[in-house]
């Protein structure tokens, strides 16, 4: 761990593992190193019980009718393309139609433009200037055809929160089936994937201070009870859906960091969520043409984008990177230069996009008046004219 250095604010992108999640995992690479499917001997058997505690514990935290509705995956990027492509194979015979927001995550829209070459007709939703989806567009985009609605609960670049139970309970009605990337919300937000009527849900680990390399997908098993075409093969693993000889560690280390983001959610919302405002009044009260994006209230609390006219973000990062750790939008597609689809979504014109922040705040956030400092510096350097 850095001991010394700029302050990070990138914990959208990926968060450091919390010691006490460190702590559970470390029996678990050299003391009880069994294969979770070898059940035949003990060492077998403590490795596949440490995982059904933790599949159990996972389950309770999201809201689950039973530990078996938890596959585990590498992240949620597996779980998506899980999700998507093993439910259109499964139900291309009923249809073919899905739909979701036009601001998803690229590994729900990548996924999708592959599933048009099978044959699916997909339809992205707009969103408005906030970054919501409008249910009664939805719901007019809704076919005879339509067999999944996938909707992000909350968004990577710019922290809009969804009407996830609302948009559950309309896909319901429909009989549609319902998927939502939580890979931003798990941890943050309060989830009950059946109190919400979601039949899948996407999540990551590094996302909530747990290791990186492991996810997972809830996939309901009741009311309706949900099978999904597999999409990896060799040796029938996670009920068959998933096959692969299980990441013990990482899954231990996964329920012990969701264990604890859901316990102290509530008090580091409320710390996270007064941080956020008063670093962007501080900022604003200086620089009064910076513009917030997403909604106002409906967003992560430890998310914070906005738009500097004038200001290339990259520049800006460049120039601050010896004081603060930040980034111009998602993490996930640093290696395209091109303007963000999601803030194109908002309304947002190229030079808007490409002089656009994104804030992560975590559990190390404290001096809200140092980052607000740094930032106001580093702007009026940049607008500083030359000469």
């Known amino acids: 761990m850095l001991e010394e250095g700029p302050i990070y604010l990138d914990h959208n992108a990926t968060t450091p593992v919390d010691r006490r999640v460190l702590e559970k995992m470390l029996p678990y690479f050299c003391e009880v190193y069994g294969n979770a499917s070898s059940t035949d001997h003990l060492h077998g058997l403590r490795a596949k019980e440490a995982v059904s505690n933790a599949r159990e514990s996972i389950a309770r935290n999201l809201g689950c009718r039973k530990e078996s ?5 590498s992240g949620a990027t597996e779980a998506n393309n899980l999700a998507l492509i093993g439910i259109f194979r499964r139900f291309r015979e009923k249809g073919n139609h899905i739909i979701a927001s036009a601001t998803e995550h690229p590994a729900i829209l990548d996924t999708l433009k592959y599933l048009q070459n099978e044959g699916a007709k997909v339809t992205l939703l707009p969103v408005g200037s906030d970054g919501l989806v409008d249910l009664e567009v939805l719901k007019k985009a809704i076919k005879k055809e339509t067999i999944l609605i996938s909707v992000m609960f909350a968004n990577n670049e710019i922290g809009t929160i969804q009407p996830i139970s609302e948009i559950g309970v309309l896909a319901k009605s429909k009989g549609i089936i319902f998927h939502s990337d939580a890979a931003q919300a798990a941890g943050h937000e309060k989830i009950n994937v059946y109190e919400m009527n979601i039949d899948l849900l996407s999540f990551s680990a590094h996302k909530f201070y747990g290791p990186k390399g492991i996810g997972g997908l809830f996939v309901r098993s009741y009311s309706p009870l949900i099978k999904l075409a597999p999409i ?13 000889t299980l990441n013990v560690p990482g899954i231990v280390g996964m329920a012990e960091a969701l264990y604890w983001a859901n316990r102290e959610m509530n008090e580091e919302k409320h710390r996270l969520k007064e941080i956020a405002a008063e670093i962007f009044q501080m900022v604003k009260q200086t620089i009064p ?7 106002s209230q409906n967003r992560l609390a430890h998310n914070l984008s906005f738009t500097i006219p004038g200001v290339e973000a990259k520049a800006l990062i460049h120039l601050l990177k010896n004081k603060i750790s930040f980034s111009a939008g998602s993490a996930c597609s640093t290696i395209k230069v091109e303007p963000s689809h999601v803030l194109r979504a908002i309304g947002l014109n190229d030079d808007e996009i490409f002089q656009t922040i994104r804030l992560g705040f975590g559990r190390s956030t404290c001096d809200a008046h140092a980052i607000a400092d740094i930032l106001v510096s580093g702007i009026k350097q940049l607008r500083r004219p030359l000469g």
């Open 69 to 73: 509705e938890i596959l585990f995956t």
């Open 289 to 295: 043409d910076i513009r917030l994006n997403g909604h």
């Open 232 to 244: 990896s093969f060799g040796g029938g693993h996670e009920r068959g859906m998933r096959s692969g």
